[in-house]
């Protein structure tokens, strides 16, 4: 037993140490201040100016994007506004609905597995096109 205890010690005096000389070297040799003093924090002046060009450049497409958004959102809400198309959308969920409804009960009545599962994957597909103009608002 005194021999683990012993040797816990030795191992935190190591980390102790360890986690000293890496804090005095770290903080000791950037806190001296010389002139050619090779640790360098944050960017250079160059640096800066070229990360400020890219930033502003992004900011800009980023600008040029959102306006496109925008006219594009007032086009869909444009086209949401219109009564016949609240209708368009009901009378196609009703359409998806039954070839949904068909193409299982064609799954569930094939005589053969291949039949089956074409059928299946057909039903999914519709199924998730169906799903997608549920949760679509207007």
Do not use: H
């Amino acid at each position: 037993m005194v021999l683990y205890l012993g040797y816990c010690a030795l191992i935190l005096i190591a980390i102790y140490f360890t986690y000293g000389i890496l804090k005095v070297s770290g903080e000791g040799l950037a806190s001296l201040g010389y002139e050619n003093n090779f640790i360098r924090e944050g960017f250079s002046d160059k640096d800066e100016k070229s990360v400020m060009k890219t930033i502003e450049k992004k900011n800009k497409e980023q600008k040029d994007l959102q306006k496109f958004v925008d006219d594009l959102k007032d086009r869909i809400n444009g086209i949401n506004d219109l009564p016949e198309y609240e209708d368009l959308i009901e009378n196609t969920k009703i359409a998806f609905d039954t070839v949904v409804r068909s193409v299982v009960q064609q799954a569930v009545l094939a005589k053969d597995n291949g039949g089956r599962e074409a059928n299946l994957k057909m039903a999914k597909e519709w199924k998730q096109s169906l799903d997608l103009l549920n949760d679509y608002t207007i």
